[in-house]
């Protein structure tokens, strides 16, 4: 089955620093990787998607980036700001209806003001 | 539209107790999942069901059971519980619709086993 690997457990950053998280997949056939912000006693929410036909994908301060030859894709956060402070996730699945995610375990960023 | 909802939010259970944490959706969705997530080690899939009457194990179905009876409802049933089983449980929802990829997860539910 699929493993995927998130890289670091923790991040610590100043605020307006930008922060970097990586993750590596070993299923060649995975197509679809979310990343899910988890705010403290909170639920994860979806905050960006990349599909494996796109190399980059950007939302205002956040941007993915995917390279399917090396199966590892990276989540860039810029201008950091205490809000930002939580647990990412990223994941990665076939991308159909029957398809499950897979997560990595995950990576506490802290911003500090 | 409340989306994904679970009970209870808090749970403490004594050692080979049985409980059922409770899942219900309200926005029509075709597959819905249990995860739990300890400390550290990110969310791991325990059953997912692609509709009603139609359940299959995910990475971690040891001690659990579920079932599907209609589209709203997929309660996780632990017979036995063990201290292992001490976590935060989530339950998920997603469209069938091929694009639409994304999970809408319930607030949670914490479970201790002492």
């Known amino acids: 089955g699929e493993n995927v690997e998130q890289h670091p457990s923790t991040l610590s950053v100043q605020e307006g620093d930008s922060a970097v998280i990586k993750c590596t997949y070993s299923?060649?056939?995975?197509?679809?990787f979310p990343w899910y912000k988890q705010e403290l006693g909170k639920r994860p929410q979806l905050i960006i998607d990349?599909?494996?036909?796109?190399g980059e994908k950007k939302d205002q301060r956040i941007a993915v980036t995917l390279n399917k030859t090396a199966k590892h894709f990276s989540l860039h956060i810029t201008e950091t700001q205490p809000e930002d402070s939580a647990v990412y996730f990223c994941?990665?699945?076939?991308?159909?209806?029957?398809?499950?995610?897979?997560f990595g375990k995950g990576t506490m960023l802290l911003v500090s003001p | 539209n409340a989306g994904v909802t679970q009970t209870p939010k808090f749970r403490i259970l004594k050692i080979g107790q049985s409980m059922t944490l409770q899942c219900t959706q309200d926005?029509?969705?075709?597959?819905m999942y249990w995860y739990r997530q300890d400390p550290g080690m990110g969310l791991k899939l325990i059953y997912y069901?692609?509709?009603?009457?139609?359940?299959d194990k995910g990475e971690v179905p040891n001690g659990y059971n579920v079932s599907r009876s209609t589209t709203e409802d997929f309660p996780l049933r632990l017979e036995l519980a063990a201290p292992s089983q001490t976590s935060v449980y989530f339950c998920?929802?997603?469209?069938?619709?091929?694009?639409?990829?994304?999970?809408?997860f319930g607030a949670g539910s914490r479970l201790t086993v002492l």
């Open positions: 998920a929802s997603k469209d069938r619709d091929i694009g639409a990829n994304v999970l809408t």
């Open positions: 299923d060649s056939a995975s197509n679809y």
């Open positions: 990349i599909r494996s036909n796109v």
């Open positions: 994941a990665a699945s076939t991308g159909s209806g029957y398809s499950t995610l897979t």
């Open positions: 926005m029509n969705h075709n597959y």
């Open positions: 069901s692609v509709g009603a009457g139609i359940t």
